[in-house]
């Protein structure tokens, strides 16, 4: 068991520019998450994958992101046109089918952060 | 909607013990939990409770009360290492909401 993988751990980028994060989860995890936490707040909920199949997304993801997970194993988490209010770290999350054995608790990753100058 | 609450900041003294209240108000509820979140880094699981009373784990015990929206995590004979931010969470469905964590300060 590797744990949550996520990568670039740094970013910084110009305004306006693009920037994508990729995250692998626990290989027997099929449920992934995307959160966003800034300085002094816990982690926002962004998105939700089962499998492959995005089921929610947060008001908090505008237009400018998007996510997708199209075999079910790996996460990219991609932003444009990145405003300096998008930096923040980046937490991926997964977590196992058994809720009733787990409670359905979600395993982070060390995290991407995203610095916009 | 959901709503947590938790305390901003605390100080202890190294050895002593502390208790970190959490509030919340949710129209679903499967479980709290409680994780740990040292500076710069990921949270970690500490706990879950999703039955009325208390579970031990060490010197880490969580308390719930669904009827009350009320839970705790009592922290013993606290260690520098403890200086962290403490994150309560509530799980309804598959997603988990977290609150702003409380900021935990241990003194010698």
């Known amino acids: 068991d590797t744990g949550v993988s996520q990568n670039p751990r740094h970013k910084i980028t110009k305004r306006g520019q693009n920037v994508t994060f990729r995250c692998d989860p626990i290989?027997?995890?099929?449920?992934l998450y995307w959160y966003r936490q800034t300085l002094g707040q816990g982690p926002e909920f962004l998105t939700y994958?089962?499998?492959?199949?995005?089921?929610?997304k947060s008001r908090l993801l505008s237009d400018r992101f998007s996510a997708e997970r199209p075999k079910g194993s790996f996460s990219t988490l991609e932003i444009q046109r990145t405003e300096q209010g998008d930096s923040a770290m980046y937490l991926c999350?997964?977590?196992?089918?058994?809720?009733?054995?787990?409670?359905?608790?979600?395993?982070f990753g060390e995290g991407s952060w995203l610095t916009v100058v | 909607g959901q709503n947590i609450d938790q305390p901003t900041e605390m100080t202890a003294t190294e050895g002593a013990i502390v208790q970190i209240n959490c509030t919340y108000q949710?129209?679903?509820?499967?479980?709290l939990f409680w994780y740990q979140q040292h500076a710069g880094e990921a949270p970690t699981f500490l706990s879950y409770?999703?039955?009325?009373g208390l579970e031990e784990k060490g010197r880490f015990s969580s308390f719930l009360s669904r009827s009350k929206g009320y839970s705790y995590l009592l922290l013993k004979e606290l260690q520098m290492k403890d200086s962290a931010s403490y994150l309560c969470?509530?799980?309804?469905?598959?997603?988990?909401?977290f609150g702003a964590g409380t900021r935990l300060f241990v003194k010698a």
């Open positions: 969470a509530i799980t309804g469905g598959f997603k988990t909401i």
């Open positions: 409770n999703v039955l009325d």
């Open positions: 949710t129209s679903g509820f499967n479980g």
């Open positions: 999350a997964s977590s196992p089918e058994d809720r009733a054995k787990f409670g359905n608790t979600i395993y």
């Open positions: 290989s027997e995890h099929n449920r």
């Open positions: 994958f089962q499998n492959e199949a995005q089921l929610e």
